[in-house]
């Protein structure tokens, strides 16, 4: 992954000036924070922390956004609060029977999710959503989740009341968020996108509350 420092990007992270210990690489038209040290993937297994806002993402909501994205070669879970994971690592989430966020993949840094940006929906029933500009996005990493997630939010996400790939829409240290569990190239992680505003904000309280179990940040080669 080529190294690039943010000032040289069109459009970068809010977050950055909190990641200056960090080595950027390029991501769609920004950069991402890559890698903070030679411990990042065994830190990533035990309690890691990813802001993944560059990486690409969308949404279609509406009657036809199901058949859009079917069509597109997307597997969809047959019930809301549910995710679906593709051949390629990226997340589909199905929010309502009429919504669906799709999250691009660290295998190839949201190369396909690009693809489908660009695709045109059907002429109606089917809306796009830009949750890409409007969400922050932090990935939550390692054996420690769980009991990180019981600190800031009501909803039990141990395995047996939270599976792999559910999600909830729930309050996440007093914010609105989503939140998708499920695993990066076997590592259990949780995914959290919430409103842009709050993205310093987040990163802080979830740092705070990882400290107990030996949390750090990690770039987005940890688990790559």
Same mark, same amino acid.
């Given at each position: 992954?080529?190294?690039?420092?943010?000032?040289?990007?069109? $459009?970068?992270?809010?977050?950055? +000036?909190?990641?200056?210990?960090?080595?950027?690489? +390029?991501?769609?038209?920004?950069?991402?924070?890559?890698?903070?040290?030679?411990?990042?993937?065994?830190?990533?297994?035990?309690?890691?922390?990813?802001?993944?806002? +560059?990486?690409?993402? /969308?949404?279609?909501?509406?009657?036809?956004?199901?058949?859009? &994205?079917?069509?597109?070669?997307?597997?969809?879970?047959?019930?809301?609060?549910?995710?679906?994971?593709?051949?390629?690592?990226?997340?589909?989430?199905? &929010?309502?029977?009429?919504?669906?966020?799709?999250?691009?993949?660290?295998?190839?840094?949201?190369?396909?999710?690009?693809?489908?940006?660009?695709?045109?929906?059907?002429?109606?029933?089917?809306?796009?959503? =830009?949750?890409?500009?409007?969400?922050?996005?932090? /990935?939550?990493?390692?054996?420690?989740?769980?009991?990180?997630?019981?600190?800031?939010?009501?909803?039990?996400?141990?395995?047996?009341?939270?599976?792999?790939?559910?999600?909830?829409?729930?309050?996440?240290?007093?914010?609105?968020?989503?939140?998708?569990?499920?695993?990066?190239?076997?590592?259990?992680? =949780?995914?959290?996108? =919430?409103?842009?505003?709050?993205?310093?904000?987040?990163?802080?309280?979830?740092?705070?509350?990882?400290?107990?179990?030996?949390?750090? $940040?990690?770039?987005?080669?940890?688990?790559?």
């Amino acid at each position: 992954m080529t190294s690039m420092t943010p000032a040289a990007a069109a $459009a970068r992270s809010t977050l950055y +000036p909190k990641l200056s210990d960090a080595e950027f690489a +390029p991501c769609a038209d920004g950069s991402i924070a890559a890698g903070f040290g030679a411990d990042d993937s065994a830190q990533a297994t035990r309690c890691g922390l990813m802001d993944l806002t +560059p990486l690409t993402r /969308t949404g279609f909501r509406g009657a036809q956004a199901a058949a859009h &994205l079917a069509a597109s070669g997307f597997p969809l879970a047959e019930q809301p609060n549910q995710a679906s994971v593709t051949g390629g690592g990226e997340l589909v989430l199905r &929010l309502s029977q009429r919504e669906f966020w799709v999250l691009g993949s660290l295998q190839d840094m949201g190369e396909r999710i690009t693809g489908l940006v660009a695709a045109a929906c059907p002429d109606s029933g089917c809306y796009p959503l =830009f949750c890409q500009d409007s969400h922050g996005w932090f /990935t939550l990493t390692g054996d420690a989740g769980s009991a990180v997630m019981a600190k800031l939010c009501a909803v039990d996400m141990r395995d047996e009341f939270f599976p792999p790939l559910s999600i909830a829409q729930t309050s996440v240290a007093r914010i609105n968020a989503i939140v998708v569990k499920h695993s990066i190239n076997g590592v259990p992680a =949780f995914s959290l996108l =919430f409103d842009s505003g709050y993205v310093s904000y987040m990163w802080d309280v979830l740092l705070d509350a990882m400290q107990e179990f030996g949390g750090a $940040a990690v770039g987005c080669s940890a688990l790559r």
